[in-house]
């Protein structure tokens, strides 16, 4: 135990002020709050992103070569309609029956669209504004239904 005295030994009707502060739970506290910070800062190293900004002023790295520009390929969910386009040229339009959006058509451009490609498993599908979130919905999950399971989803701004 650690003591204080104030010096007060009860002369001229002082009372004396020495006062027992027990010091082993501080100790106790500063341990446990010493092992609580050594094992949460082993799970910062797990939840680190690891990232690399270039800068203007950064050499590139003449080991790799540039990545290969790949075609992609864009369903546009428009208000008139669907478009299977890609950034090669080629775009086919599916017209709405009436009110209803033409999911067999779409279907089956989808599934020929997989026949040209087999190993294709990317697709961006891209809606237009103003069209109804049910009916991007059903685009979606027929891209994913037809052999396109990395289906992501863009605004189509700056694609084509």
């Known amino acids: 135990m650690g003591g204080i005295d104030s010096g007060g030994g009860g002369h001229g009707g002082k009372k004396s002020v020495d006062q027992e502060i027990p010091l082993v739970p501080f100790i106790d506290l500063l341990f446990c709050c010493i092992m609580f910070l050594l094992a949460t800062a082993v799970w910062n190293q797990l939840a680190r992103l690891s990232a690399n900004q270039r ?72 809606p237009e504004d103003g069209v109804l979130y049910e009916h991007v919905i059903q685009a979606m999950d027929m891209v994913v239904g037809e052999g396109f399971p990395e289906m992501s989803l863009s605004d189509g701004a700056g694609l084509l």
């Open 55 to 126: 800068t203007p002023g950064q050499a590139a790295t003449q080991d790799s070569p540039p990545p290969e520009e790949r075609v992609k390929v864009i369903l546009q969910v428009q208000n008139s309609g669907y478009v299977l386009a890609s950034t090669a040229g080629d775009s086919i339009t599916i017209a709405k029956n009436g009110d209803a959006y033409n999911l067999e058509e779409l279907r089956t451009k989808l599934q020929e669209r997989k026949r040209l490609e087999p190993n294709r498993r990317d697709l961006i599908v891209a």
